[in-house]
């Protein structure tokens, strides 16, 4: 049974950084796409980053780009999104997801449905 647990949420004001991790537990392949995905109030759930962990392939959210960056340390099976210039439109929760099994990363990261696995989600605050 796979796990992800979310951390490193918290409140920052416009302009600072925040490092979330996702640690992961039950399996160890390597052929998954991992991502992040995140929800405002009153809004869908969006795809922030993604990383195909076989080959370290990374993809953005045109809004993150340049300011976000998805990592990954197999060693410690964690996944991680440093997130630098924070914007108020940033606030949301965040969440770290696995792709089903055969499903490689590709144009089509950030639909939802293409993820199985998914953690509590942490909540990121950016005030102005």
């Known amino acids: 049974q796979v796990q992800l647990v979310e951390s490193g949420g918290g409140s920052v004001q416009a302009g600072g950084s925040l490092r979330l991790s996702c640690v992961v537990s039950?399996?160890?392949?390597?052929?998954?796409?991992m991502g992040w995905f995140r929800q405002a109030p009153g809004k869908e759930r969006e795809g922030v980053a993604a990383i195909w962990i076989n080959s370290g392939n990374t993809y953005y959210a045109d809004s993150v780009k340049d300011r976000f960056t998805i990592s990954v340390d197999s060693a410690k099976n964690t996944l991680y999104l440093q997130m630098n210039t924070l914007k108020p439109e940033d606030t949301a929760i965040y969440y770290c997801?696995?792709?089903?099994?055969?499903?490689?990363?590709?144009?089509?990261?950030?639909?939802?449905?293409?993820?199985?696995?998914w953690g509590q989600g942490t909540q990121v605050t950016v005030s102005s």
């Open positions: 039950g399996y160890t392949d390597r052929h998954y796409c």
């Open positions: 997801a696995r792709a089903r099994s055969g499903l490689v990363c590709g144009v089509a990261w950030s639909l939802l449905d293409r993820y199985d696995s």
